[in-house]
């Protein structure tokens, strides 16, 4: 797999070159042996540019005159130079560029070895480049770095562009930069990222921009408004909004182009005064102080389209303004406001002086681009690589991070990235991340199962626990509620007898886990002791009632079948007998007497589903509802069959425990 390279940062010369203001230059090597020189950087112009020391700053020049214009190139001292003959710019032409008098501007043109200068690393040799060895001093003072993709076009060449050429060799990992001219006023000097952009530089917003299929004015935005403010909180608008345009952005020359009236607007807010014989915009030293002092600033509102849409603002203070124009480019130097008048709307242009306050980020693999305001709190360079487009419109990550032409946000046109030719750092910061998250979901799952396992053993803990044979409660069957869960005072009072004693002459039996429904119900052992009972005698058996089936869990009776088989099922005759108080046995007598007035009082309880058939009972058996109570509320028994009749058994609260009357009336 092919290693995909990091972005180059072009170093900065750390001076500030130019006729016609303060502008921070970089350092470029031409030829063999190689020849240092200053440029500036170009957004329109494919190749690279020196200003050639043969035609200019020869014996007859200034002394200054080649370190002034960047140092010269000689073509003729550099033995990779290969000649191609003299042929005009052909930059800027709408601009009414190249055009002197006597002549067009031109330059000699040639294939030759150019080297950059990069942060942290040694320069970049890319050979065979076209270079340009100006001949002109009215236009172009400087050289320049050229940073579109486009063929150079001249005579036969075929010469790919020296951003093209980087990609090719392998050198930055797309056709993409990101720039800021600098600003001199700030001593800030210039950012060039080729193949990326330095995040630290960038304000966010959410706009992103296409460019153009114009290849020559590709980098174009709708400019909806442009606004003038001061400290004296005087705010004045000098484009309204709805009365925008379509502008280009060209870093190859500092001047802002607008229309008419929008330059009389500038005039006015700033004080400037037209200069018929150079077409240029001074001001005095006055005005220019009062500009200075109260703060004024010039606000640009930039978005896709000129009446609507997302739109960011890049706002540019009063110094960005503050040039001075020196010769050659005019007689003597003079305070000067960089803007223009344009003739056409195709001159509309926002040129190097916008850059000094805006980060332009262009994408010309995914034909995107971002605009910026810049960041001067002075953050630490973080570098982004901005990622080649894949066959499916994702790119491949080159850096630490990947994005497209918009690092500003998400918002933005953000290139999808995949696993391909991530850098060691990356790499390692995936497997931190995956690591960590392992050992969370790790966590998580002992957590769980050590939480079921607990769980598990407090269910198994409440099973029923074995009586002490020896003890006081020897008998008596126990159910089981957590210590402590339940307070004693909340505890729900159920039934409590003693099993296989003889309470006045009667053996009784009541189990405690009385069956109630399919499942079993547990119960608590509450204190107490045994009550004695007053047992009426009851009359004498009379042998013409049929015997019944009494189910011990339900307490319902039914008529056994032939079949009922090995049910758990007793036969024993039920006759009728008087109710029992269930007080105690002192009030026996008294129960007799008024057995209305000492009636079983009963707990209501929801009424529960009548129990399914069993299989060896007689099915005529279930034919119609009766409703009774039941040890635990009150129930729907299944029905009696014909000559049945259905025993219930109701409950009796008392202070500690429930007992429970043995006879119901019969009916």
């Known amino acids: 797999m092919a290693v995909v390279p990091a972005p180059l940062v072009v170093e900065p010369s750390g001076t500030f070159d130019g006729d016609d203001g303060d502008w921070s230059?970089?350092?470029?090597?031409?030829?063999?042996?190689?020849?240092?020189?200053?440029?500036?950087?170009?957004?329109?112009?494919?190749?690279?540019?020196?200003?050639?020391?043969?035609?200019?700053?020869?014996?007859?020049?200034?002394?200054?005159?080649?370190?002034?214009?960047?140092?010269?190139?000689?073509?003729?001292?550099?033995?990779?130079?290969?000649?191609?003959?003299?042929?005009?710019?052909?930059?800027?032409?709408?601009?009414?560029?190249?055009?002197?008098?006597?002549?067009?501007?031109?330059?000699d043109y040639g294939y030759d070895t150019v080297g950059l200068e990069i942060v942290g690393n040694t320069p970049v040799l890319l050979?065979?480049?076209?270079?340009?060895?100006?001949?002109?001093?009215?236009?172009?003072?400087?050289?320049?770095?050229?940073?579109?993709?486009?063929?150079?076009?001249?005579?036969?060449?075929?010469?790919?562009?020296?951003?093209?050429?980087?990609?090719?060799?392998?050198?930055?990992?797309?056709?993409?930069?990101?720039?800021?001219?600098?600003?001199?006023?700030?001593?800030?000097?210039?950012s060039l990222t080729l193949g990326g952009y330095d995040a630290s530089l960038i304000v966010p917003n959410d706009v992103s921009f296409g460019l153009t299929q114009i290849d020559t004015r590709d980098i174009v935005v709708g400019l909806q408004s442009i606004s003038f403010s001061n400290a004296n909180s005087v705010e004045t608008s000098l484009l309204d909004y709805g009365s925008g345009f379509f502008t280009f952005i060209d870093s190859t020359l500092p001047n802002i182009w607008l229309p008419q009236n929008v330059c009389a607007a500038f005039e006015q807010a700033f004080g400037l005064t037209h200069d018929d014989l150079h077409s240029i915009w001074t001001i005095n030293a006055t005005m220019r102080e009062q500009n200075l002092k109260s703060n004024a600033s010039v606000t640009f509102q930039l978005a896709n389209f000129v009446t609507e849409g997302s739109s960011v603002n890049i706002t540019l203070p009063y110094h960005s303004f503050d040039l001075t124009l020196s010769p050659p480019a005019i007689g003597q130097q003079e305070l000067y406001f960089p803007i223009q008048q344009a003739d056409a709307t195709t001159q509309y242009t926002l040129g190097r002086v916008f850059l000094q306050e805006a980060y332009l980020t262009v994408d010309y693999g995914n034909q995107n681009f971002s605009v910026s305001q810049v960041d001067i709190s002075g953050k630490h360079s973080h570098i982004v690589a901005i990622s080649e487009p894949t066959s499916t419109g994702s790119t491949t990550p080159a850096s630490t991070t990947s994005a497209g032409a918009n690092p500003n946000s998400t918002g933005g046109v953000i290139v999808t990235t995949s696993s391909d030719?991530?850098?060691?750092?990356?790499?390692?910061?995936?497997?931190?991340?995956?690591?960590?998250?392992?050992?969370?979901?790790a966590s998580a799952v002992i957590i769980i199962i050590r939480?079921?396992?607990?769980?598990?053993?407090?269910?198994?803990?409440?099973?029923?626990?074995?009586?002490?044979?020896?003890?006081?409660d020897a008998g008596i069957e126990r159910g089981y509620f957590p210590v402590g869960k339940y307070p004693q005072k909340q505890l729900p009072l159920v039934g409590i007898t003693r099993k296989g004693e003889e309470l006045e002459g009667r053996t009784v039996s009541s189990p405690l886990t009385q069956q109630h429904g399919p499942n079993p119900i547990p119960m608590v052992e509450l204190g107490g002791s045994a009550v004695q009972r007053a047992e009426l005698h009851s009359p004498e058996l009379d042998r013409s009632r049929s015997p019944t089936l009494v189910n011990q869990n339900r307490g319902s009776m039914i008529t056994p079948t032939p079949d009922h088989g090995q049910e758990p099922w007793t036969t024993r005759l039920e006759m009728p007998s008087p109710g029992?108080?269930?007080?105690?046995?002192?009030?026996?007598?008294?129960?007799?007497?008024?057995?209305?007035?000492?009636?079983?009082?009963?707990?209501?309880?929801?009424?529960?589903?009548?129990?399914?058939?069993?299989?060896?009972?007689?099915?005529?058996?279930?034919?119609?509802?009766?409703?009774?109570?039941?040890?635990?509320?009150?129930?729907?028994?299944?029905?009696?069959?014909?000559?049945?009749?259905?025993?219930v058994t109701p409950e009796r609260e008392t202070d500690s425990f429930l007992t429970h009357p043995r006879h119901q009336p019969h009916p």
Request: glycine share 10%; with cysteine; proline share 9%.
């Open 580 to 647: 029992l108080s269930s007080r105690d046995s002192i009030a026996a007598a008294d129960h007799l007497a008024n057995p209305a007035a000492h009636s079983p009082e009963f707990l209501p309880s929801p009424q529960t589903e009548a129990p399914s058939p069993r299989a060896g009972l007689s099915t005529s058996a279930f034919q119609s509802p009766t409703i009774g109570y039941t040890r635990f509320g009150m129930a729907t028994p299944p029905p009696l069959s014909p000559g049945s009749h259905q025993v």
């Open 451 to 472: 939480r079921n396992r607990r769980r598990r053993r407090q269910a198994e803990s409440r099973a029923e626990l074995p009586a002490d044979p020896t003890g006081p």
């Open 421 to 441: 030719g991530l850098s060691s750092s990356a790499i390692a910061g995936i497997a931190v991340g995956i690591v960590a998250i392992a050992i969370l979901a």
């Open 127 to 190: 050979d065979h480049q076209v270079v340009v060895a100006v001949d002109t001093q009215k236009d172009f003072w400087l050289g320049y770095i050229g940073l579109a993709p486009r063929t150079p076009q001249f005579g036969n060449s075929s010469q790919p562009s020296l951003l093209k050429s980087l990609k090719n060799q392998n050198s930055i990992p797309s056709l993409s930069y990101g720039y800021t001219a600098g600003a001199s006023y700030r001593n800030q000097t210039g």
């Open 25 to 107: 230059s970089f350092t470029i090597r031409i030829g063999n042996p190689p020849s240092n020189s200053r440029v500036l950087v170009s957004t329109l112009i494919p190749e690279t540019w020196v200003i050639n020391g043969a035609y200019y700053c020869n014996e007859n020049s200034a002394t200054n005159c080649t370190s002034t214009r960047g140092i010269t190139f000689n073509p003729s001292l550099s033995n990779s130079w290969k000649d191609q003959g003299t042929f005009t710019l052909g930059v800027d032409v709408d601009l009414g560029m190249n055009t002197e008098a006597g002549g067009n501007d031109g330059g």
